[in-house]
């Protein structure tokens, strides 16, 4: 990705809180910062929509729920038209409004889900032949 360079002036006690910031994540300020700020702008854009820690590292999420991952991997194909509120909330945990905007936030960054996605996939697959091996289950 091509970057370009931004010059600015912070506050001493921003600075070092950017600082103590990059040694929990074994980031630099600048790199830290860049990230911050992409997250910010992300939820400004996206009201609802934090990032959250995961073990597979930061992620977008509801404010009030799940990984967006999950939400687009069960939603990708929903339509409002086509699925009542009532169905949609007694099928999950998540609210009608709150699928649209995770599909929103999709529509505007879908390799960064899709990717997820995809990671979790592989790693419940490698976790589920784990537990057949342990299991002495052939696998067909």
Same mark, same amino acid.
């Given at each position: 990705?091509?970057?370009?360079?931004?010059?600015?002036?912070?506050?001493?006690?921003?600075?070092?809180?950017?600082?103590?910031?990059?040694?929990?994540?074994?980031?630099?300020?600048?790199?830290?910062?860049?990230?911050?700020?992409?997250?910010?702008? !992300?939820? @400004?854009?996206?009201?609802?929509?934090? #990032?959250?820690?995961?073990?597979?590292? %930061?992620? /977008?999420?509801?404010? &009030?729920?799940?990984?967006?991952?999950?939400?687009?991997?069960?939603?990708?194909?929903?339509?409002?038209?086509?699925?009542?509120?009532?169905?949609?909330?007694?099928?999950?945990?998540?609210?009608?409004?709150?699928? !649209?905007? @995770?599909?929103?936030?999709?529509?505007? #960054?879908?390799?960064?889900?899709?990717? %997820?996605? /995809?990671?979790?996939? &592989?790693?419940?697959?490698?976790?589920?032949?784990?537990?057949?091996?342990?299991?002495?289950?052939?696998?067909?």
């Amino acid at each position: 990705m091509a970057s370009r360079h931004l010059s600015l002036r912070i506050g001493e006690a921003t600075f070092e809180r950017l600082g103590t910031q990059g040694k929990r994540y074994r980031e630099n300020v600048s790199e830290i910062a860049r990230r911050l700020l992409d997250e910010g702008l !992300r939820m @400004a854009a996206h009201p609802g929509i934090v #990032f959250r820690d995961s073990v597979t590292g %930061r992620q /977008a999420a509801l404010a &009030r729920g799940p990984a967006l991952w999950w939400i687009v991997k069960d939603f990708r194909d929903w339509h409002v038209d086509s699925h009542p509120a009532d169905q949609t909330v007694g099928a999950s945990s998540v609210y009608p409004h709150e699928i !649209r905007l @995770a599909l929103k936030y999709y529509s505007d #960054f879908p390799e960064e889900l899709d990717e %997820r996605i /995809a990671l979790h996939e &592989r790693e419940s697959e490698r976790s589920y032949s784990a537990w057949l091996e342990a299991q002495k289950i052939p696998v067909e």
